[in-house]
Nanobody, 122 residues
Framework: QVQVVESGGGLVQPGGSLRLSCAVSGITFSIYNMDWFRQAPGKQRELVASITTSGGTNYAESVKGRFTISRDNAKSTVYLQMNNLKPEDTAVYYC????????????????WGQGTQVTVSS
């Protein structure tokens, strides 16, 4: 059974930094591309960053230059370093593995973790 546990969120002032972690168990982590998503109140979940099995990365335009995704296959963990945070980054952050079919994302794991809350406010 796959378990996904996100952590590292919190309350931070604008301009601050946070490092999110997502630990995955029950699978061979290294063979999966991994994605970070976020969902703000009243909004749809959106893809923030992705990392391939070989370390290739991709980012949403809104976070380019501020967020960095990385992975440690030995620890079965994917990270999201978030710098220069803005109030609009406030959301619950989730990680998963899967693919898009059109605009629909289908999780390879079949479920989502509980997410970790990031609040950017002065």
């Amino acid at each position: 059974q796959v378990q996904v546990v996100e952590s590292g969120g919190g309350l931070v002032q604008p301009g601050g930094s946070l490092r999110l972690s997502c630990a995955v168990s029950g699978i061979t982590f290294s063979i999966y591309n991994m994605d970070w998503f976020r969902q703000a109140p009243g909004k749809q979940r959106e893809l923030v960053a992705s990392i391939t099995t070989s370390g290739g990365t991709n980012y949403a335009e809104s976070v380019k230059g501020r967020f960095t995704i990385s992975r440690d296959n030995a620890k079965s963990t994917v990270y999201l370093q978030m710098n220069n945070l803005k109030p609009e980054d406030t959301a619950v952050y989730y990680c998963n593995a899967g693919r898009f079919y059109g605009s629909s994302y289908v999780s390879t794991f079949g479920s989502w973790g509980q997410g970790t809350q990031v609040t950017v406010s002065s």
